[in-house]
């Protein structure tokens, strides 16, 4: 079922002090789930023959409570074909510093001046510290926040306020060496899923 995200507009007057109160913008609704075809979530994504190292199962579809079509043990290679990955809540990066960023695809340069209190709804990651996000009713790639096991920060550090990350999955379709055909879940424990090694 689709469901709307609907994200409160708050109105700013203008303070009897010297300051004014902080712009705030919300986005366009923007339906869920989303669901990103070809995706993968991390840098340097491979898709191809994947060698177990632990033992998983592959189900019929991407609904909740699908039926296992086979089981992987340690040791048994299958055929990664695609990936894509169904966001089931978007996060929220709040703009707390001007700043121009927010890639299209194929573009070259950044495309959005944002302003403090600008929202953006964050996807799912690519790696490397970037994000596919939404704003306005269109789609982004951009450096919005490290993953946990990275070291230094990410380039709008002090320019962007992470208020909650993306709830998503990462499906991956495989083939075994029988012919038979499923998808796995954030799959874990393979070799051969990293093409940076």
């Given at each position: 079922?689709?469901?709307?995200?609907?994200?409160?507009?708050?109105?700013?007057?203008?303070?009897?002090?010297?300051?004014?109160?902080?712009?705030?913008?919300?986005?366009?609704?923007?339906?869920?789930?989303?669901?990103?075809?070809?995706?993968?979530?991390?840098?340097?994504?491979?898709?191809?023959?994947?060698?177990?190292?632990?033992?998983?199962?592959?189900?019929?579809?991407?609904?909740?409570?699908?039926?296992?079509?086979?089981?992987?043990?340690?040791?048994?290679?299958?055929?990664?074909?695609?990936?894509?990955?169904?966001?089931?809540?978007?996060?929220?990066?709040?703009?707390?510093?001007?700043?121009?960023?927010?890639?299209?695809?194929?573009?070259?340069?950044?495309?959005?001046?944002?302003?403090?209190?600008?929202?953006?709804l964050t996807l799912y990651p690519m790696g490397e510290a970037y994000d596919r996000f939404w704003y306005h009713g269109k789609f982004y790639d951009d450096e919005i926040d490290m993953p946990e096991d990275s070291f230094g920060n990410a380039s709008f550090t002090g320019f962007l306020k992470?208020?909650?990350?993306?709830?998503?999955?990462?499906?991956?379709?495989?083939?075994?060496?029988?012919?038979?055909?499923?998808?796995?879940?954030?799959?874990?424990?393979?070799?051969?899923?990293?093409?940076?090694?």
């Open positions: 079922m689709i469901v709307l995200l609907h994200m409160l507009l708050a109105t700013s007057t203008q303070s009897a002090g010297p300051s004014p109160v902080p712009h705030v913008s919300a986005p366009d609704s923007l339906p869920m789930p989303y669901v990103a075809q070809n995706a993968c979530t991390f840098e340097c994504c491979h898709y191809g023959p994947w060698r177990a190292t632990r033992a998983t199962a592959a189900v019929a579809s991407t609904t909740p409570g699908a039926k296992v079509v086979f089981s992987v043990k340690p040791g048994d290679t299958v055929q990664a074909q695609r990936g894509i990955v169904i966001t089931i809540k978007p996060g929220v990066t709040r703009v707390i510093q001007a700043v121009t960023l927010g890639y299209r695809d194929g573009g070259t340069e950044p495309e959005l001046s944002l302003k403090p209190g600008d929202a953006l992470v208020e909650s990350r993306p709830t998503f999955v990462w499906w991956v379709r495989v083939r075994n060496a029988r012919g038979l055909e499923g998808w796995m879940a954030n799959p874990k424990g393979f070799e051969g899923t990293d093409s940076c090694g």
